[in-house]
């Protein structure tokens, strides 16, 4: 079992940033893609930000791609968001999670991870 703990989230104003962290334990995860997604109220879960096991490549969602940075310490177990320029649509339960194999490439739909973390609020005021 893998347990996946965000934290990080809060209420900022619109343009400001905010620095997520996804802490594992239990079995590992530095060799597995992890992944970042959102839901907002009313919405479905989204995809936000993949990074693969070695944390060289990633891929974002056209929405926050060049607002969010994804990256990950696999000595600390820890996964990262780095989010700035964040705008009132930004605001949702950020979730983490870990993919379902050990992969090379990065992964952007939910049927590809089988850990989840509980999430975090994220609230962008306007």
């Known amino acids: 079992q893998v347990q996946l703990v965000e934290s990080g989230g809060g209420l900022v104003q619109a343009g400001g940033s905010l620095t997520l962290s996804c802490a594992a334990s239990?079995?590992?995860?530095?060799?597995?893609?992890m992944g970042w997604f959102r839901q907002a109220p009313g919405k479905e879960r989204e995809f936000v930000a993949a990074i693969n096991w070695s944390g060289d490549t990633a891929e974002y969602a056209s929405s926050v791609e060049g607002r969010f940075t994804i990256s990950r310490d696999n000595v600390k177990s820890t996964m990262y968001l780095q989010m700035n320029s964040l705008k009132p649509e930004d605001t949702a339960v950020y979730y983490c999670?870990?993919?379902?194999?050990?992969?090379?490439?990065?992964?952007?739909?939910?049927?590809?991870?089988?850990?989840w973390g509980q999430g975090t609020q994220v609230t962008v005021s306007s």
């Open positions: 239990g079995r590992t995860i530095s060799r597995y893609p």
């Open positions: 999670a870990r993919a379902r194999y050990s992969t090379a490439g990065v992964h952007t739909r939910e049927y590809e991870y089988e850990y």
